[in-house]
């Protein structure tokens, strides 16, 4: 009997992490864009310079209520619409506000980016805001911080916190704020943060995926405050090699805005495990 004779055993390809065209735009955006060809989900991600260390500290929690709430309603379209137009375009949103930084992004199909872009930058410049929403999310922060302490992974973890930072420091406390600082926010309190850190001054904006860099640029017109709706655009570049690595941490690390259910608390038995009842849907602590 004949056999077929195996196939030959090539060399491995080297993997190397895609080298970005790096744009900044005259409102000060940096666009990085990562040109992935026959990738049809495309990313994208928002890094702002909103540390928590600047949210007044008889209100902390302001910049995850702020974030969570920002996609609930515009202007245009309130009370849950432009949400649904995000769906109708295959597009999730995610977001954490953390410690040194805040993100916000999303995912949708790469031939549907170019309608989901400006979407996104009405959210980012026109959020309402209004009164339900807020209070809505600022009672699942609390509920959150309540599952929180009855989690010894992430009492522990808090624990730790506060026992290397110090209570002091905005890093040995709750990321997400605490019932008494929690129910002092106001919607006032909210625009006023987003008014002062969701601008692109200092802000990148990452987007990977089978896109072309002049899509990515037309959709991000409407979030030009002051500024013409046809801007110069400054002269693209190509990163060095090596340059992006902070990039690749931060889409790695990336976590989902959507509310995950809380990790249950846990009972050591012996050698096994248990887990008791079935986790909820709440907000799970910022990191």
Request: aromatic fraction near 6%; charge should be positive; proline fraction near 10%.
């Amino acid at each position: 009997m004949n056999r077929p004779a195996r196939p030959a055993v090539s060399t491995a390809t080297p993997w190397h992490f895609p080298v970005p065209t790096t744009t900044r735009l005259p409102n000060g955006l940096n666009v990085w864009h990562f040109p992935m060809p026959g990738q049809h989900i495309a990313t994208f991600e928002l890094v702002l310079p909103a540390p928590l260390s600047a949210e007044p500290a008889d209100r902390e929690g302001l910049a995850t209520v702020a974030l969570h709430t920002i996609d609930e309603g515009t202007t245009a379209h309130p009370d849950g619409r432009i949400g649904e137009l995000l769906e109708g375009h295959g597009c999730t949103l995610h977001g954490t506000a953390r410690y040194r930084y805040t993100t916000f992004g999303g995912q949708a199909p790469s031939r549907r980016l170019g309608d989901v872009l400006p979407l996104f930058a009405e959210v980012l410049t026109d959020p309402t805001y209004a009164e339900r929403d807020l209070a809505h999310h600022v009672e699942a922060q609390v509920a959150g911080f309540d599952s929180l302490l009855a989690s010894p992974r992430q009492a522990m973890r808090l624990a730790l916190r506060r026992a290397l930072f110090g209570e002091a420091h905005r890093e040995g406390r709750p990321g997400a704020g605490t019932p008494a600082t929690l129910g002092a926010i106001t919607r006032a309190d909210a625009v006023a943060w987003h008014a002062a850190h969701f601008t692109p001054g200092h802000a990148s904006l990452v987007v990977a995926g089978a896109v072309d860099l002049d899509d990515v640029l037309a959709g991000l017109d409407g979030w030009f405050p002051d500024s013409p709706a046809v801007v110069a655009r400054l002269p693209c570049r190509r990163s060095p090699a090596g340059s992006s690595s902070w990039i690749s941490r931060v889409l790695c690390r990336r976590r989902r805005r959507s509310r995950p259910a809380p990790s249950p608390a846990t009972i050591r038995t012996g050698r096994r495990c248990v887990s008791p009842g079935i986790p909820s849907r709440g907000p799970s602590p910022a990191g």
